[in-house]
């Protein structure tokens, strides 16, 4: 194909199809909603009980240790945020990016990725070496598992948020396998892919900066950083141009410049991306839809140097933030909790609310484990250190009314 010059505009003609299949659904819906089937979508995810739930799931830190830090939706928000800004730069349909985005995480289980490791780790001890997948877990939440409609299971979304879930694709991340047989998802799941890491990238450096486990003078100790050291060169000049701070104690001043850090690395990396997106369109001579979901490669992403970069930021995460015996000592005690609870379930079925235990009656044999496994995810952190209190905690309590 003939190179074409491609601004992030004219990326436009990429954009979703806004009709068969993509905006087909599992069932017929009436044809008189003025809104388009994407915004349809989104309004839908927005009211499930699942996305409601992430208010009380962890992100990185136990939501019970302090009132700031992110939490799942608060995530959530912020990785639909920054997909509508980055598919707006590109002239995407934003509401679908939104869409994806406010889905992609409806799966996961209390506690974060400790909630997560127990679960798969419970479930291959029962022989089920299929284990646990949060990304599969979110397409069937969204699939079979919500209760909204009379006329059948789940929120009944279209193809192509349906697609976006299921292929959304991270470093904690890993698609549905074989769910369509397009190389590619939609440019709007693209955009939701790189969102997701951006977000947690500049949150979770930030959450740890402001809970005083990394100090600003430790990160300027790695020359791999190099995005967030410009960032944060660029929010202490704003600092030092306003008198707001005067007299503010150090810590504070640090919470500020850490906050306005993250707004200079989600501005810079969008940018970035949005320019990067659009010229591999342009070199690729990609001139419709069809042919960027037949593409080798997503046409969205980063150059290469500021995606090692990215990487590098997520890498130093790996090793001093999410493995800070802080958050080990948190992740020790969820794993144990969620194993526990398991394993007491796995025993005594009917401890589990009607709706899974009848679930859990109809299944084969084989697969009653998993219906524990979809009952545990369903939980926030807080039913699921109340279930544990009811179970195990000998002291008088009310009945976990919440559960039934």
Known sequence: MESRSTSPAALARLAAP???????RLRPVSDDDPREPYHRDRDRIIHAQAFQALQHKTQVYLINEGDFYRTRLTHTLEVAQIARTLARLLGLREPLAEAIALGHDVGHTPFGHAGEQALDAALRATGDGRGWDSNQHSLRVLDELELMYPDGPGLNLTFATRQGVARHAT???????????????????????????????????????EAGLLEPERLRLEPQLE???????????????????????????????A?????????????????????RAGAAGVGSFEEA???????????????????????????????HPLVVRQNEKERFL???????????????????????????????????AFFLASLTDRGALDLYAELFDPRERAMGHHLT
């Open 338 to 372: 969620v194993t526990q609870l398991f394993e007491r379930i796995l025993a005594n079925a009917r401890i589990m609310p009607a709706f899974h235990f009848e679930r859990w009656e109809r299944a084969a044999q084989a697969d009653r484990p998993r219906e524990i």
């Open 227 to 257: 995005p967030w050291h410009v960032c944060w060169e660029l929010a202490e000049q704003e600092v030092e141009a306003h008198e707001l701070t005067r007299g503010w104690p150090s810590r504070q001043v640090e919470r500020l410049l």
């Open 171 to 209: 470093p904690f991340d890993v698609p549905v396998p074989g769910f369509d047989p397009h190389p590619q998802p939609t440019l709007e799941a693209q955009v939701v892919n790189l969102a997701d890491v951006v977000a947690y990238a500049g949150h979770d450096l930030q959450d740890a900066l």
């Open 18 to 24: 806004e009709g068969p299949p993509w905006t087909d």
């Open 259 to 279: 906050r306005r850090a993250r707004r200079h690395f989600i501005d810079r990396v969008l940018r970035e991306a949005a320019a990067a997106s659009a010229g």
């Open 293 to 323: 979901v037949e593409l080798d490669a997503p046409l969205v992403a980063l150059t290469e140097t500021t995606g090692r970069q990215v990487q590098e930021l997520v890498r130093f995460l790996f090793n001093h933030v999410y493995s």
